[in-house]
């Protein structure tokens, strides 16, 4: 299936290019979208939820996380790689991945998007939360099943959010999701019967009626605001 985006490099904050998956919004625009990767990469995955965003009236660029370290880089679900995947995440600091999502946020409004959202998976539902907090020009942030949002809980975001978790995940227990619920209650937190990363199809984990649902919400808070 061809592709509906194209890879563009954008000028970071720090002066870094970084690689973005772009797609352009089919039918009428809604808004611009920031979709922030899994610790795998701009995979195939994540290209493909770019594309399903752009059917939906979205501009979105997906951002490389891992450019200032290795260029393009995609990874599978091998343990392998999985370990490979963990060493740049735990090498880039957050602060490189608020520039980037701040990057891709000036670029969607340089091009027009009165309004501009972000997402994110796994890592990128962390980074997704960082960036609510401390980055400039969102109108409302969706997090999926960050693990690392539990250290940033102090932090407050500026623009309305939401966060997904698995009732099932072992790698963010309850607890956690509570604790982070109870320290912020302007955010709302959905909690599925289904385990981490349910919202891709690539993985064991997949849960289509939860993933359909987060997906609903997500827009519906997009839409909204």
């Excluded at 919004?25 to 493909?48: C, N, S, Y």
């Excluded at 891992?66 to 602060?95: C, H, M, W």
Aim: aromatic share 10%; with cysteine; net charge negative.
């Amino acid at each position: 299936m061809a592709r509906k985006g194209k890879e563009i490099t954008l000028k970071s904050g720090d002066g870094a290019g970084i690689l973005c998956y772009h797609v352009k919004a089919e039918g009428t625009r809604k808004g611009g979208l920031v979709l922030i990767m899994e610790i795998f990469g701009v995979t195939a995955h994540i290209k493909d939820l770019c594309d399903g965003y752009a059917e939906r009236g979205y501009d979105v660029l997906s951002p490389q996380l891992y450019d200032r370290q290795v260029k393009d880089f995609q990874a599978t679900y091998s343990q392998e790689d999985i370990q490979a995947s963990l060493a740049l995440r735990a090498g880039n600091p957050y602060e490189n991945t608020v520039l980037d999502a701040q990057m891709c946020i000036d670029k969607l409004r340089a091009d027009g998007n009165e309004k501009v959202f972000i997402t994110g998976y796994c890592y990128g539902g962390t980074v997704a939360w960082v960036a609510a907090t401390r980055a400039n020009g969102l109108d409302a942030a969706s997090c999926y099943y960050g693990g690392a949002i539990k250290q940033f809980i102090d932090e407050s975001p500026k623009c309305p959010t939401i966060f997904h978790f698995g009732e099932k995940d072992k790698g963010i227990p309850l607890e956690d999701v509570r604790a982070i619920e109870a320290a912020h209650p302007e955010v709302k937190v959905y909690v599925y019967d289904a385990d981490h990363g349910f919202n891709s199809d690539r993985r064991n984990n997949y849960d289509k009626a939860a993933a359909e649902l987060a997906l609903k919400r997500t827009l519906a808070l997009f839409e909204g605001a």
